[in-house]
C-alpha cells in the first residue's frame, strides 16, 4: 500500500505540536508524504489541512482510518488516546507510528501488539531518538568498545512548566505525570545500553492536587550488573544531558532526547567532540525507519521491537506503582496520591 512511486502515504491523528513536527519532518524525505489529517472535530481538521496543504481533512479519527488514500497514520493524539486511536487504524488495515509513551499502561501495549500481529500491520511506538543520526553515532562508539564495557548510565529531563491543573502535563484525565511524558526517555536510554532493567527504587514529588508526579527519580540495574540513574521533572529545569560511563572512558550526550553533539571521554585522551546535525527537525528519521520496514514486508523495527515497548510500559507501571498512582484503564481516571 503505497503511491504509484512507491512512497508511503501518511494520515496523521491529532493536531497539536508534535503533529505539525512529523508533518513538516515529512517534507524533508522522499520516504513519505502527508496525505490526511483526522481530528476530532471538522473544523479543527480543515486549519491543520490548511497549515499544511492536507488533501484530506476529517473530522474524526475513524474516518481517517478508512481513507483509501492512507497507507500508515501517526497517532499524536495525548496518551489515553493512544490505545483506542492505534486499535482503530490497525483493524482498518493501516501501519501505525504511535507517539510515547505507546499507551498508559502494559496491558494496553499487549493489546496494541496482538492487534497489530492480527491485522498483520507494522506497529511502532514512536521513539525518535532512536533514530537520530547523533544516536546511531553513540551506538556504534559503543559496539566498538570506545569507552569500554557500559557500567553505569544517568540521564534526566527536566523542565519548569508553570502549573496548570487542566494542561496535560499535570492534568491525570489526560495522562499527565512526569514520568508518562518525560520518564520515558531516560528510561528508554537506560534499556537500550543496560539490557533488561530491574528497579531498584524510585521517589516522587507530587503536583498540588496530589493527582500525578511532577518530579520522579529512578534507581535501575541492568542485566549484567550495570546501573542507571533516571530523574524526570515537569516543575525544574535539569541539565537534560545523558551520560553513559564505561571501563574504559564515558560519554556525554547534552539534549540527548534531541540529540545532535556527543563528546567522547576516552581514559588517557583528549576529549572528543561530534557533531551530527538533523537534516529537518529530527522527525524524518523515525518516518524513514516505518518506511523502509513497510517496504521489506516487516512488521516491526528492530532498534524500537515490540518487545522494547512492553518492557518500558511493564517498568513505567511497577515505577507508578512504587508511587502510588494508578490510572483506571476504563475512564482514563486517577486517584490521589497518598
Same mark, same amino acid.
Given at each position: 500500500?503505497?503511491?504509484?512511486?512507491?512512497?508511503?502515504?501518511?494520515?496523521?491523528?491529532?493536531?497539536?505540536?508534535?503533529?505539525?513536527?512529523?508533518?513538516?519532518?515529512?517534507?524533508?524525505?522522499?520516504?513519505?508524504?502527508? !496525505? #490526511?489529517?483526522?481530528?476530532? $472535530?471538522?473544523?479543527?481538521?480543515?486549519?491543520?489541512?490548511?497549515?499544511?496543504?492536507?488533501?484530506?481533512? /476529517?473530522?474524526?479519527?475513524?474516518?481517517?482510518?478508512?481513507?483509501?488514500?492512507?497507507?500508515?497514520? =501517526?497517532?499524536?493524539?495525548?496518551?489515553?488516546?493512544?490505545?483506542?486511536?492505534?486499535?482503530?487504524?490497525?483493524?482498518?488495515?493501516?501501519?501505525?507510528?504511535?507517539?510515547?509513551?505507546?499507551?498508559?499502561?502494559?496491558?494496553?501495549?499487549?493489546?496494541?501488539?496482538?492487534?497489530?500481529?492480527?491485522?498483520?500491520?507494522?506497529?511502532?511506538?514512536?521513539?525518535?531518538?532512536?533514530?537520530?543520526?547523533?544516536?546511531?553515532?553513540?551506538?556504534?562508539?559503543?559496539?566498538?568498545?570506545?569507552?569500554?564495557?557500559? /557500567?553505569?548510565?544517568?540521564?534526566?529531563?527536566?523542565?519548569?512548566?508553570? =502549573?496548570?491543573?487542566?494542561?496535560?502535563?499535570?492534568?491525570?484525565?489526560?495522562?499527565?505525570?512526569?514520568?508518562?511524558?518525560?520518564?520515558?526517555?531516560?528510561?528508554?536510554?537506560?534499556?537500550?545500553?543496560?539490557?533488561?532493567?530491574?528497579?531498584?527504587?524510585?521517589?516522587?514529588? *507530587?503536583?498540588?492536587?496530589?493527582?500525578?508526579? !511532577? /518530579? !520522579?527519580?529512578?534507581?535501575?540495574?541492568?542485566?549484567?550488573?550495570?546501573?542507571?540513574? *533516571?530523574?524526570? %521533572? %515537569?516543575? $525544574?529545569?535539569?541539565?537534560?544531558?545523558?551520560?553513559?560511563?564505561?571501563?574504559?572512558?564515558?560519554?556525554?550526550?547534552?539534549?540527548?532526547?534531541?540529540? $545532535?553533539?556527543?563528546? *567522547?571521554?576516552?581514559?588517557?585522551?583528549?576529549?572528543?567532540?561530534?557533531?551530527?546535525?538533523?537534516? #529537518?527537525?529530527?522527525?524524518?528519521?523515525?518516518?524513514?525507519?516505518?518506511?523502509?520496514?513497510?517496504?521489506?514486508?516487516?512488521?516491526?523495527?528492530?532498534?524500537?521491537?515490540? #518487545?522494547?515497548?512492553?518492557?518500558? #510500559?511493564?517498568? $513505567?507501571?511497577?515505577?507508578?506503582?512504587?508511587?502510588?498512582?494508578?490510572?483506571?484503564?476504563? !475512564?482514563?481516571?486517577?486517584?490521589?496520591?497518598?
Amino acid at each position: 500500500m503505497t503511491d504509484d512511486n512507491g512512497v508511503l502515504r501518511w494520515g496523521v491523528i491529532g493536531t497539536g505540536g508534535i503533529a505539525h513536527s512529523f508533518v513538516e519532518a515529512l517534507g524533508a524525505t522522499p520516504a513519505g508524504r502527508i !496525505t #490526511a489529517v483526522g481530528s476530532r $472535530t471538522p473544523e479543527r481538521a480543515e486549519e491543520f489541512g490548511k497549515d499544511w496543504d492536507i488533501p484530506e481533512c /476529517h473530522g474524526s479519527y475513524e474516518d481517517l482510518a478508512q481513507s483509501p488514500n492512507v497507507d500508515a497514520v =501517526y497517532v499524536a493524539t495525548p496518551h489515553p488516546w493512544h490505545h483506542p486511536n492505534t486499535l482503530t487504524c490497525l483493524r482498518a488495515g493501516k501501519h501505525v507510528l504511535v507517539e510515547k509513551p505507546m499507551a498508559m499502561n502494559a496491558l494496553q501495549v499487549s493489546q496494541m501488539v496482538e492487534a497489530a500481529r492480527g491485522s498483520d500491520r507494522f506497529l511502532m511506538e514512536a521513539m525518535w531518538t532512536r533514530y537520530l543520526p547523533a544516536s546511531r553515532l553513540v551506538r556504534d562508539l559503543v559496539q566498538d568498545g570506545a569507552i569500554g564495557e557500559v /557500567h553505569w548510565v544517568s540521564a534526566e529531563f527536566g523542565i519548569n512548566a508553570p =502549573y496548570d491543573p487542566d494542561h496535560r502535563l499535570f492534568n491525570a484525565d489526560l495522562g499527565g505525570g512526569a514520568q508518562l511524558d518525560l520518564g520515558v526517555y531516560p528510561l528508554a536510554l537506560a534499556s537500550h545500553y543496560l539490557g533488561e532493567l530491574t528497579v531498584v527504587g524510585a521517589t516522587r514529588q *507530587l503536583s498540588p492536587d496530589r493527582m500525578v508526579d !511532577t /518530579h !520522579t527519580t529512578v534507581l535501575v540495574r541492568g542485566e549484567n550488573g550495570g546501573t542507571g540513574s *533516571l530523574a524526570c %521533572s %515537569s516543575r $525544574t529545569t535539569m541539565p537534560n544531558r545523558a551520560v553513559l560511563a564505561g571501563t574504559k572512558g564515558w560519554l556525554e550526550i547534552p539534549y540527548f532526547w534531541m540529540a $545532535t553533539d556527543v563528546v *567522547l571521554h576516552r581514559d588517557g585522551h583528549e576529549p572528543e567532540k561530534f557533531h551530527r546535525p538533523f537534516r #529537518a527537525n529530527g522527525y524524518e528519521y523515525e518516518a524513514e525507519e516505518v518506511a523502509r520496514r513497510v517496504a521489506a514486508g516487516e512488521r516491526e523495527s528492530p532498534d524500537m521491537p515490540w #518487545a522494547e515497548s512492553l518492557r518500558l #510500559a511493564r517498568l $513505567t507501571d511497577q515505577i507508578r506503582d512504587m508511587g502510588g498512582l494508578v490510572y483506571t484503564p476504563a !475512564t482514563v481516571k486517577a486517584v490521589p496520591l497518598a
